[in-house]
């Protein structure tokens, strides 16, 4: 089977998935013993805001309860919302006072660069540990890191990220190392948010070729800021290298403890990896050809070792973006998690359901690429 043909084949079956998550989610999220038309109203719901042709009173709640589409039955409900999704409405959000596709859209930005910058971290720095730990097995190397990247899988994310904004982004009266070592002034990265407090993101100052208000991705948006737009802000953010590198400062800390923190399982999946293949017979065979031993071990083994590497690619971002959720929340960054969290706590089922729909999506997509990856990686892997 062509390559183009299996991307299209895969693609077409993410439809029936994309489908049943939708069904189950809304199926859940409408039998969770709560009521979305009460939280929203609160101790107003008995206050009348009008009154039918009849002359009778309606209260908050039964308005509610009629603009949410509650009073229809489950099914009709499901219907009216596929429809509208279908037709690009994703709903209004009672929380943000905002249609879903637009709070989903400013929030999945954050989320996604955070996730796979720290992704970028995780991955060299846990299958180059890992292939150094497998070439000296049970040396000093070898104890240490495995020490490491076990306190790595096994400490909180929250705590991590706290102990690193202790250490790196305090003054000298917290405990901080960066003003005492580097003459800095209270730390060496930023504590929060995703620029500098006093800098307005530009949202209409982009080239004209480049999307209305940029993609979300500052990292990427950066670049793309005009020349107009960058002479009117502050002399510190006066080029494009130095919106970015605001932005690189502000994601260093939560990219550094997810990306650190999933390291751990990835060094200790390639040690394990490496090691079973370092005893296969072809590997015995080019040492005894007297290939040196940095090509017996990055050419020939470690394209081997790297398969069961990429399987956990997939779930690698997926567990990106759920350590996100406080990783978010320490750093003030708002995210899909925090988004979801809210959502939750006020019941508002359309953000709910955007996310869900949105976090299945990166699911599906990275598991396709996981696919992909296997063909090239490993020969042996057919597309059929």
Known sequence: MKLHMFIVRRLI????????????????????PADAAAAQCGDKCGIVVGYTDDGDPITAYEANRERLG?????????????????????????T???????????????????????LFIAYPLGIILGIISAVRQDRMFDHISRFFAIAFVSLPIFWFAMVLQLVFATGTESSGICDPLFGTSGGCFPIYGRHDPSLTYPVDGFASFYPAGGTGFHLIDSWFVTDEKLATLPEGWSS???????????????????????????????RASLLEVLHEDYVRTAR?????????????ACRNALVPIVTILGF?????????????????????????????????????????????????????????????IDPRVRLE
């Open 13 to 32: 079956l993410l439809v029936p998935v994309i489908v049943g998550v939708t069904i189950l989610t809304f199926t859940i999220s409408h039998l969770i």
């Open 288 to 300: 005894a050809k007297g290939l040196s031993e940095f090509k017996v071990v990055i050419v020939h």
């Open 240 to 270: 494009n290298w130095l919106l970015f590198k605001d932005t690189l400062l502000h994601l260093a800390l939560p990219c550094a403890a997810l990306g650190i923190a999933s390291s751990g399982s990835l060094l200790r999946y390639m």
């Open 70 to 94: 509650m009073n229809e039955p489950l099914i009709i409900q499901f219907g009216l919302y596929v429809t509208h999704l279908y037709e690009g409405d994703w709903g209004e959000s009672s």
């Open 316 to 376: 690698s971002i997926g567990g990106a973006i759920g350590g996100a959720v406080l990783t978010e929340t320490i750093f003030a960054f708002n995210g899909m998690g925090r988004v979801a969290v809210k959502s939750i706590q006020y019941l508002d089922f359309p953000v709910i359901m955007g996310v869900t729909l949105i976090t299945a999506a990166i699911f599906l997509l990275s598991n396709l690429i996981v696919d992909i990856l296997y063909a090239v």
């Open 96 to 118: 943000y006072h905002r249609p879903v596709a637009d709070v989903v859209k400013d929030a999945a930005p954050i989320t996604l660069e955070m996730a796979f910058l720290a």
